[in-house]
Each structure stands twice: as C-alpha cells, then as structure tokens.
C-alpha cells in the first residue's frame, strides 16, 4: 500500500469515499476543545474540512498525491484552516509534542521493529492531547486469502491501547456498531476505537 497504489486506487473514480466525516471522529471530537489537528491518512479531506469548520487548526497528511490535490480543490471554495501536506508518516515522523488531537481514522499502519512510526505519532501528541484510532472490527474482514489484505499485518486500536504506558490513559477501547451504513459492498458493521489522552 504505497503511493502509487492510492495514487491509482485515488484516480479510478471521481470520488472514492462520501465526503462525510468518519463517524467516529464526530462522536468523540464534538465535545473536545479546538486546538491543534494531526489528520494521518486524511484521503479526500473530509475529516480536515468537518474539524476546520469547527475551529481546528489541522495538518492533513497522505500518501497519495492525487487524494492530497482532490481534498485542497475542495477545500478552496470554503478556506478552511487545513495545511494539505504530501507526506510518508511510516518514513518521517511528525513533529514532536505538536498536536491536541492525532487522528487515524482506517489507516492501515503496518507493523514495525521497535513500533517505530506507531511511537512517532504518539510522540507527536501533546501533553494533554487526544489520540483517537478507528478500525473495522476484525470480524467484519474476510480471509487475507479472498484478497491478499492481511489485517494482522497492520496495527489494531486494541494493540496499541496496549503500548501505551503510564503517560497515557485509556478513555475509549471498545468495538461499537458504525454510525452509519458500510460502504456498498463492504460488510463493515462494526468499528474498533481507541480514545486515549496523553498525560505528560
């Protein structure tokens, strides 16, 4: 899943997701105070735009080229607070202690020796900020084997609850029906979140 893959997956259709916001963002950031946003894997922006609408000031970093270029050319007409940035966040880690909220919504975040990219975004929270990490819920993928997609190569909210040290305190870990219908042809009917806040 490199750049060229979303760059191609991105380019096949107009428009690859709603351009509503993830659910799971809106009921857990609703009632957070506005401050500084890390959107990782932000795709065609709608998270971005919903978080700059309600005062975030946000990064919006992806992979693909084509996504970041699709989510600004929308964003034009409303100038929100959004800083569109081209990036590899398995690669180059984000700034350090710089952001009230890192949200990763259905990013597929490979594991690594040592959780290296994983503890770069956690560093990149800042004392008292939020993590939020949503993922389909396990159940809901079918066998690696119908698609060559294997979940368990990648990060689950509930493995990295389980990373966090006593820096952290858990305030959401938990599998929940999703806010709205899964995408056609998907069988996704459950999410897995991770809400959690940085103490120091």
């Given at each position: 899943m490199?750049?060229?893959f979303w760059d191609q997956r991105y380019s096949s259709r107009n428009q690859l997701f709603s351009g509503a916001p993830n659910g799971v963002l809106?009921?857990?950031?609703?009632?957070?105070?506005?401050?500084r946003a890390l959107d990782v894997g932000c795709g065609e922006g709608a998270d971005a735009r919903w978080l700059a609408r309600r005062g975030w000031h946000v990064t919006a970093v992806d992979i693909s080229r084509v996504a970041l270029d699709r989510a600004a050319a929308e964003a034009a007409a409303i100038s929100p607070d959004v800083t569109w940035t081209h990036a590899d966040l398995t690669?180059?880690?984000p700034p350090t202690n710089a952001f009230d909220l890192v949200s990763l919504q259905y990013l597929?975040?490979?594991?690594?020796?040592?959780?290296?990219?994983?503890?770069?975004?956690?560093?990149?929270?800042?004392?008292?900020?939020t993590l939020l990490v949503a993922s389909h819920h396990l159940a809901d993928l079918p066998p690696a084997t119908d698609h060559g997609f294997d979940p368990n190569r990648y990060y689950q909210p509930e493995e990295i609850a389980g990373l966090l040290d006593n820096t952290w305190t858990v305030l959401v870990n938990e599998a929940r029906p999703r806010t709205a219908?899964?995408?056609?042809?998907?069988?996704?009917?459950?999410?897995t979140v991770l809400r959690?806040?940085?103490l120091r």
């Open positions: 490199d750049a060229q809106v009921t857990e950031v609703t009632d957070l105070p506005a401050g690669a180059t880690a597929p975040l490979p594991h690594q020796p040592g959780h290296t990219a994983l503890r770069g975004l956690l560093t990149a929270v800042a004392p008292g900020g219908p899964a995408p056609p042809g998907t069988g996704h009917n459950y999410d959690a806040q940085r």
